[in-house]
């Protein structure tokens, strides 16, 4: 025991790849100038835990490499043992969208992988939810403090009449007034909130709630075949605003009965839809949580499950890796699509890609947005790109899917809600208490000292990789079971156990009038 507590304060480095030039510091608060590791390397200056030191003498404009690939170009020489912070760093070009490489070097498929199950809520389209909710959507902000007074009389009131629903989430946004309802871009915030509305864990009883005036007509949020389900609060007949919450509470007591038939049954494995994310990023985000994500989503893939990744701005600067991974033509041609509709949205805002990394990722050693997006691609495992959805399209395909999202975690949260995903996999470094209401979201920590820390908000330790306590294997078969558990409602993760979940954000491209 002793010698293991001894060898953890080891001086160590984690290096990815065979041509890196630079490798990170593992151990916990950094290490100080003097420190000897066991190749003989001797750091010349203090780096913190997470940041990078030079390998090897590195001269001025040479590359400096990281997981194999360039992340920027030395501005000054630097030193062997020198902690190699951004500032240090020129950020290289983005990859140009109309030199990639498409279907190049397309995965063979994964063997494919029998037995595994879950306990889900079938619906009659054939969809599984991993919860069963009581959705109430809205065509306009206008009605959000009527919905949410409404809720808070549904959850005391009707809920507890109707064990087998889980809760009522009103998925209230700032859409549906004031905008430019026909401009191109407003397909994105109407399509999410049509999709939300068939999110499985909503069992394809929706409830809208609508002012009367506003430019988003309800009619377009309901799903087809489900009409009456909509309350007007113009509407003529009520007299007041108590019989409009009335109104409200019988068309919800209907949903729920229909509801609180569904139950729990056995699911291969094949009908998850898990999406993707991180958040709160740093240098151990590629090394732990991101692989061993990656690992369990080559696992679900083997299963014949829908996994989305997402985030825009952190995968446009590795898109090189991605298109040659694309299954076809069509699916790496849709990737550059999103890629250059991305570019051109952050052009017409007056930004590019640089501002994706926050002050967090940076202290956390990430110099710029390619060393962030070469960690975060390895969510998306070793498997091919089956398809590619517009933000907010709902997936239809099976396999490892590029869902077009903004990196802003409750925005993507939103946009993969919208997708179908209906449990989501959220990687961390530096922390958040991020959590969605519409699914549950099992968060997982990069380093052991956070998952120590947050105990009560972390559900998963990848740690264990970076101190070579755990493999990548093991873990990512760790997670996949807590995935199945977590589906079937045996564990809670923590964001549903304190009940704190972030808005519906939605995204709106287009302008507001
Ligand atoms: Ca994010």
Request: glycine share 10%.
């Amino acid at each position: 025991m002793d010698q293991d507590v001894a060898a953890k304060e080891q001086p160590r480095y984690i290096k990815l790849n065979d041509r890196d030039n630079v490798a990170i510091v593992v151990n916990n608060f950094g290490l100080p100038a003097g420190s000897r590791f066991a190749c003989g390397l001797t750091l010349r200056a203090f780096v913190p835990q997470g940041h990078k030191t030079a390998l090897v003498d590195i001269v001025q404009d040479a590359p400096i490499v990281r997981y194999g690939e360039v992340i920027g170009y030395a501005l000054s020489p630097i030193l062997a043992g020198e902690w190699v912070d951004e500032a240090r760093i020129r950020m290289p070009e983005a990859p140009a969208l109309d030199k990639l490489e498409i279907s190049t070097a397309v995965p063979a498929p994964l063997p494919p992988l029998d037995g595994f199950t879950f306990e889900g809520f079938r619906n009659s389209d054939g969809s599984v939810g991993t919860k069963n909710i009581l959705g109430i959507s809205s065509s306009v902000q206008c009605v959000k403090g009527t919905m949410e007074y409404a809720v808070k009389r549904i959850r005391t009131e009707l809920l507890p009449k109707y064990p087998n629903v889980d809760d009522v989430v009103p998925l209230t946004h700032a859409y549906g007034c004031g905008v430019a309802i026909s401009a191109p871009d407003a397909v994105i915030p109407i399509r999410t909130l049509q999709n939300i509305a068939l999110n499985p864990n909503f069992g394809g009883e929706i409830l809208v709630i609508s002012l009367g005036c506003e430019k988003l007509a309800p009619e377009r949020l309901v799903p087809e075949g489900v009409s009456d389900a909509i309350v007007r609060m113009q509407d003529e007949a009520f007299d007041g605003f108590g019989a409009i919450v009335d109104a409200i509470m019988t068309q919800a007591e209907a949903r729920l009965k229909i509801l609180n038939k569904r139950t729990r049954e056995t699911c291969p494995a094949a009908d998850l839809v898990i999406g993707l994310q991180c958040g709160g990023s740093d240098a151990f985000s590629g090394v732990t949580a991101n692989p061993a994500v990656g690992f369990a989503a080559d696992l679900l893939v083997r299963a014949g499950a829908t996994v989305m990744f997402s985030e825009v701005t952190e995968v446009r600067d590795a898109i090189q890796l991605l298109t040659r991974r694309a299954i076809n033509e069509d699916v790496g041609r849709a990737l550059v699509r999103e890629m250059a509709w991305y570019d051109s949205y952050l052009a017409r805002g007056g930004a590019d890609r640089s501002a994706n990394t926050t002050p967090g990722n940076k202290k956390g050693g990430l110099a710029n947005i390619v060393e962030k997006s070469l960690g975060s691609i390895v969510k998306s495992g070793s498997s091919a790109i089956t398809g590619v959805l517009a933000p907010g399209e709902k997936a239809t395909q099976k396999g490892m899917l590029f869902a077009a999202t903004p990196a802003s975690d409750f925005i993507c949260g939103t946009l993969q809600l919208a997708s179908g995903m209906t449990l989501q996999v959220f990687t961390t470094g530096r922390g958040t208490p991020y959590g969605l209401a519409a699914a549950p979201v099992i968060k997982v920590a990069t380093r052991s000292e956070l998952a120590r820390r947050w105990k009560d908000l972390i559900d998963f330790d990848a740690g264990g990789i970076a101190t070579g306590e755990k493999t990548i294997e093991e873990t990512g078969w760790d997670l996949f079971r807590l995935i199945l558990d977590v589906a079937s409602g045996r564990t809670q993760p923590w964001s549903d156990r304190w009940g704190i979940h972030n808005d519906l954000t939605l995204f709106n491209p287009a302008p507001v009038t």
